[in-house]
């Protein structure tokens, strides 16, 4: 039971009390009595949020069960439950020797082909077309080359142009801009010159001043000073003037880079051009030896007989496939990891058999875990992809971002299906096991918020305690969304309401209220204000005003006892 509600007792047991010593007649205060010493607050403006809890279920974001392609014996295994391995590992190996058997048979048989088209079509007539079809590829490649060449050297001449261009248009900028700067110091030089000579003739003079004095032993405290202000102008007259000049020499650098470049894109023009109209020279002697080439090539195969061929041909690509096959019977020996992750199982051993289509190794990547859980419609219609939930186990809390929420209910639970992602947490969350999540459902914002120890219940209705003028003053309130700690203020206050946030036996509507505390804050004794105090003797007419005197005591005891009731039967719900 909360300090509220052992408070909601207590109030209803000393209102009891209360009313047996007064004999029930119900007399109003007397005008003497002892002010309540109370803490006030005034109520937050902001937003109230209420979790909902869920179990979850743990699972990697990225899981994968590697499975042999082939049947065999294991003959190395290199990763247990536990280690961490990198994509492309070698994870086990599997006896090979029937494949590399495979592997020579096809490679033999290739060779059988290769040396059946040999014989056939004769070595001389093979040996003289593969070196015309060279000459025909080389050449070829050589005009191909040189087209390329040609026109990579025409973009890189234009490309030039457009430099030049623009160096050109930034050369004019930047010969106005020397222009500028020398004008710029010349006038400043012009403008400070005589100033400068001015401080140095008083340097000079205050200095002889200073020695003349010396010689006299005379204080030169004062002359000292002036010579330093006059120093200090000169610095900043000399600093003017070599900044200005700075900006002139740094124009005038500028402007000779420029030109410097431009000279440098005229020589590279230059050589480009040349380059060009020796390429273009070369690439007709080309053309002329490919021509002959290929009409060499042309008479050459007039003497092959295309069936001949066909059949050479077909016999190679099967022996060349045969090599493949047996190439991917030998790769299918040696198992790798698809991905980078945590070993989480392995049914293979060393000796051992491996099935093809069995898993062999299970691989989890832990970097990011998914924690599975469900929720009813209303907080499915409240949740969003990227709000945060928070992830409970064993007392160590993490967070998570919703990535996923699903649109079809569960056919026995009639829940949807949630999933969030929890990064960082690694070996905290093993695969599988359940997880409290607790995600915002609830969401009240721009609302007055309190305690909810400072809101009382009684038959259903709440109210609250304030101080106004001095005196307690018992105010209605409606009540909105409601957390465990805080709940929203709907109506009955304002931002500056002074809200008694204690529990005292003492309270009653009209009784005069001590603040020892305001916010949370100690404050000195506050006097009684001028209404509150200045008339003692009217406190009872008030009381009795606002009940009746002959019911007033069993009326609050009841009040009070009807609000701690239903305070203690919430609490057992």
């Known amino acids: 039971m909360n300090r509220k509600k052992l408070a909601a007792v207590g109030l209803a047991v000393t209102l009891s009390v209360s009313a047996a010593a007064c004999g029930g007649t119900g007399e109003p205060e007397e005008a003497g009595a002892e002010a309540v010493a109370v803490e006030v607050q005034t109520p937050r403006t902001g937003e109230l949020t209420v979790d909902t809890a869920y179990i979850g279920t743990v699972a990697p974001q990225e899981q994968v069960y590697v499975i042999p392609k082939t049947s065999g014996t294991v003959t190395e295994t290199f990763f247990e439950v536990g280690d961490t391995v990198q994509e492309g590992d070698v994870l086990f190996k599997i006896d090979d020797e029937a494949a590399q058997l495979q592997m020579a048979s096809a490679r033999a048989a290739y060779e059988s082909a290769q040396a059946g088209v040999t014989a056939q079509n004769g070595g001389a007539r093979d040996l003289q077309n593969y070196q015309t079809e060279e000459q025909i590829r080389q050449l070829k490649d050589s005009l191909w080359k040189t087209d390329d060449q040609i026109d990579e050297m025409e ?6 142009r457009d430099a030049g261009g623009a160096l050109a248009a930034a050369k004019e900028q930047a010969q106005a801009g020397v222009d500028q700067a020398v004008a710029a110091y010349a006038a400043m030089e012009e403008r400070l010159r005589p100033q400068i000579d001015a401080v140095e003739k008083k340097i000079q003079e205050t200095e002889d001043k200073i020695n003349d004095l010396e010689t006299a032993g005379t204080d030169t405290s004062v002359l000292e000073a002036e010579l330093v202000q006059y120093q200090t102008e000169m610095g900043r007259l000399s600093g003017e003037l070599a900044g200005s000049k700075a900006l002139k020499d740094q124009a005038q650098a500028g402007l000779d880079q420029i030109n410097s470049q431009i000279a440098s894109i005229d020589a590279s023009k230059t050589q480009l051009k040349s380059g060009i109209d020796q390429i273009e020279n070369s690439q007709d002697t080309i053309r002329d030896n490919l021509n002959m080439a290929e009409q060499a090539y042309s008479i050459t195969q007039s003497e092959i007989y295309p069936q001949t061929d066909a059949v050479s041909a077909a016999q190679l690509g099967s022996a060349a496939i045969g090599i493949d096959s047996a190439q991917m019977q030998l790769d299918f020996c040696t198992v790798t990891s698809p991905i980078s992750g945590i070993v989480e199982s392995v049914s293979v051993e060393k000796n051992g058999m491996a099935a093809a289509g069995n898993p062999a190794y299970i691989i989890s990547n832990k970097e990011s875990m998914t924690v599975t859980f469900h929720v009813a419609e209303k907080a499915k219609n409240v949740l969003s992809t990227g709000d945060h939930v928070t992830v409970e186990r064993e007392g160590t809390e993490y967070d998570g971002v919703i990535t996923e929420i699903g649109t079809m209910t569960n056919p026995q639970t009639k829940l949807f299906q949630v999933k969030a992602s929890v990064a960082g947490a690694g070996a905290s969350l093993p695969n599988g096991v359940s997880v409290k999540v607790y995600a915002t459902t609830e969401r009240d914002a721009g609302k007055l918020i309190l305690p909810y120890d400072a809101i009382y219940f009684s038959a259903g209705d709440a109210y609250v305690y304030c101080v106004e003028n001095g ?61 509150a105090g200045a008339s003692q003797e009217t406190a009872g007419e008030a009381g009795a005003e606002e009940t009746d005197p002959e019911t007033a005591g069993e009326e609050d005891a009841a009040e009070g006892a009807s609000g701690a009731d239903e305070e203690m039967t919430e609490e057992a719900e």
Not at 155 to 160: E, K, M, P, T, V
Not at 471 to 487: F, N, Q, W, Y
Not at 492 to 504: E, H, I, K, R, Y
Not at 513 to 520: L, N
């Open 155 to 160: 973009d890189n001449l234009g490309d030039l």
């Open 471 to 531: 005196r307690i003053v018992k105010t209605d309130v409606t009540v909105g969304l409601m957390s465990d700690t805080e709940a929203v203020i709907e109506e009955g206050l304002t931002a500056d309401s002074q809200v008694v946030s204690n529990w005292s036996s003492k309270l009653r509507n009209g009784v005069e209220a001590q603040i020892v505390s305001r916010d949370g804050e100690a404050v000195d004794s506050e006097p009684l204000s001028h209404e």
